[in-house]
């Protein structure tokens, strides 16, 4: 089964922060993606990764920026917290499609508070 | 442009009561389907997918077939439990862009009363 751990179930920070969101994959897959959930706008896509320090902006990828220096690794970097992006996060991974369409695998979330 | 319309919710059953849950969606080409559930504080987890017309995915005794004539993929169960209380979410691939990335629903959320 594909494992995809997020490093914090719950995380408060204060605002100004520099907030890091961690995430491993133990698939070896090539795609990495960060969510964030609201309630009533659904799922939104952050960034994405289809390889090593590859990286792509998702559809809200303002105050956001990400890493991912190891295929297994993806992380999220909040610049200077700001009390709007209290949310859930979720990381997900996926292989490559070949064209066909593969679902993603997702971790279990990050519920995280700014204060 | 792709794009995947679910029902809204959210939607109240008895336990026992039969389920049905509308996805429609708009794609370029034939992609694979998927639904996805979430309990609550959790994450997504794939509930069932469909990789060609006419396929049925099954788990869990939820069902749902890829109508490519109606571009539907209908989650359905008999009968729900208390259990199944989470929210759905009908997903389908952007094959277009070859990245992995996939297209929500807004999902629905499900409640199933004793």
């Known amino acids: 089964d594909v494992k995809v751990t997020q490093s914090s179930r719950y995380l408060v920070k204060r605002t100004g922060e520099k907030v890091f969101l961690e995430c491993v994959q133990d698939m070896d897959h ?15 896509l952050i960034y994405f990764s289809y390889d090593v320090k590859m990286k792509e902006k998702g559809d ?13 690794r993806f992380s999220l970097i909040l610049e200077s917290a700001s009390t709007n992006q209290t949310s859930m996060y979720l990381c997900a991974s996926s292989p490559w499609t070949g064209g066909v369409g593969q679902p993603q695998h997702f971790g ?8 | 442009g792709d794009s995947v319309t679910q029902m809204e919710g959210p939607v109240t059953l008895s336990e026992e009561a039969f389920l049905t849950i509308n996805c429609t969606y708009t794609a370029t080409g034939y992609p694979s389907l998927f639904w996805y559930v979430q309990y ?9 997918k469909a990789t060609k017309a006419d396929d049925k995915g099954s788990n869990k005794g ?12 209908h989650l359905e169960k008999g009968s ?9 979410f009908c997903a389908l691939p952007l094959l277009s862009s070859n990245t992995g990335k996939l297209i929500f629903g807004q999902g ?6 004793p």
């Open chain 2, 108 to 113: 629905t959320t499900l409640q199933v009363k």
């Open chain 1, 60 to 72: 809200i990828p303002e105050g956001y920026s990400v890493s991912r220096e190891k295929k297994e």
């Open chain 1, 30 to 44: 090539e795609n990495m993606f960060w969510y964030r959930q609201d309630p009533g706008l659904g799922l939104r």
């Open chain 2, 40 to 48: 609550p504080g959790e994450g997504l987890q794939l509930l069932l």
């Open chain 1, 108 to 115: 279990d979330g990050t519920r995280l508070s700014i204060l």
């Open chain 2, 80 to 88: 729900v439990q208390v259990s199944d209380s989470a929210v759905y």
């Open chain 2, 62 to 73: 939820f069902e749902a077939t890829y109508r490519k004539e109606t571009t539907s993929f």
